[in-house]
Nanobody
Framework: QVQLVESGGGLVQAGGSLRLSCKASGRTFTSYHMGWFRQAPGKEREFVAA????????TYADSVKGRFTISRDNAENTVYLQMNSLKPEDTAVYYC???????????????????WGQGTQVSVSS
């Protein structure tokens, strides 16, 4: 079992930055690849970024490439999402997720992730 708790969301103006954190409980954090997803009102949950269990590889959705950075600190059981140059269309609830990588460490499918946090709201004003 892995429990995930996100933090760091908030309200920011367009062009600003936020750093999301996701703290995992349990001793098996390094067994999982980690992902960030987001869901805006009335829309499906969409993939944002993923990081391999060792932290050496990352992948991003085209919509955030060059602006967002995912990283993980396995000693602290934490995964981060640094978000720069935020746009109003980035407004959503952001979720972190842990997956075993059955369909690959970089899967963009929510169904490939076994554990989810409760989400943190990010709102970007224009």
């Amino acid at each position: 079992q892995v429990q995930l708790v996100e933090s760091g969301g908030g309200l920011v103006q367009a062009g600003g930055s936020l750093r999301l954190s996701c703290k995992a409980s349990g001793r098996t954090f390094t067994s999982y690849h980690m992902g960030w997803f987001r869901q805006a009102p009335g829309k499906e949950r969409e993939f944002v970024a993923a990081v391999r269990r060792g932290g050496g590889s990352t992948t991003y959705a085209d919509s955030v490439k060059g602006r967002f950075t995912i990283s993980r600190d396995n000693a602290e059981n934490t995964v981060y999402l640094q978000m720069n140059s935020l746009k109003p269309e980035d407004t959503a609830v952001y979720y972190c997720a842990a997956g075993p990588g059955v369909s690959g460490w970089d899967s963009p499918r929510p169904s490939d992730y076994d554990y989810w946090g409760q989400g943190t709201q990010v709102s970007v004003s224009s």
